[in-house]
């Protein structure tokens, strides 16, 4: 997944064009290689166009058609290395309660701050380089 004579690749996932451009500009000026995705169909090609060479989904919780995260699903099922970091708008203890994530998966509530954004990736992606990624709570 992740090269380490390059830059990694995260695909960021938002149906908000603003917040999809402003986070992937943050990220390309951190050095990460940015995928960017209106939705969950095209996030789905985007992994497939990639073939596995994404090392984490950036995904919001409040996609239109998505609102159970059957994204981040289909993702770490067709690509279980990948990580998946979550950025939305609907506080964590809702996403818990809802069953929308797991306790221990990295949460971001909107505004996500620029630095604490690609501190959590490149923590999460230096403590794995060369492991798979943690199983999913649907895979329990």
Not at 89 to 118: F, M, N
Request: charged share 20%.
């Amino acid at each position: 997944m992740t090269n380490l004579s390059g830059h990694a690749a995260v695909l960021m996932v938002d149906d908000d064009a603003d917040v999809l451009d402003t986070t992937a500009h943050m990220l390309a000026t951190r050095g990460f290689r940015v995928f960017t995705a209106p939705d969950q169909e095209s996030a789905l090609r985007v992994c497939r166009e990639q073939e596995g060479r994404i090392d984490a989904l950036i995904a919001d919780l409040s996609l239109p058609g998505d609102s159970r995260g059957d994204l981040a699903r289909a993702v770490s099922t067709e690509y279980p290395a990948m990580h998946v970091i979550y950025i939305s708008g609907i506080p964590r203890h809702v996403a818990l309660a809802q069953g929308l994530v797991r306790p221990d998966a990295p949460y971001l509530e909107k505004p996500a701050q620029p630095d604490v954004l690609a501190s959590v990736l490149q923590s999460l992606l230096s403590e794995n380089v060369g492991a798979p990624a943690p199983a999913t709570w649907w895979d329990e």
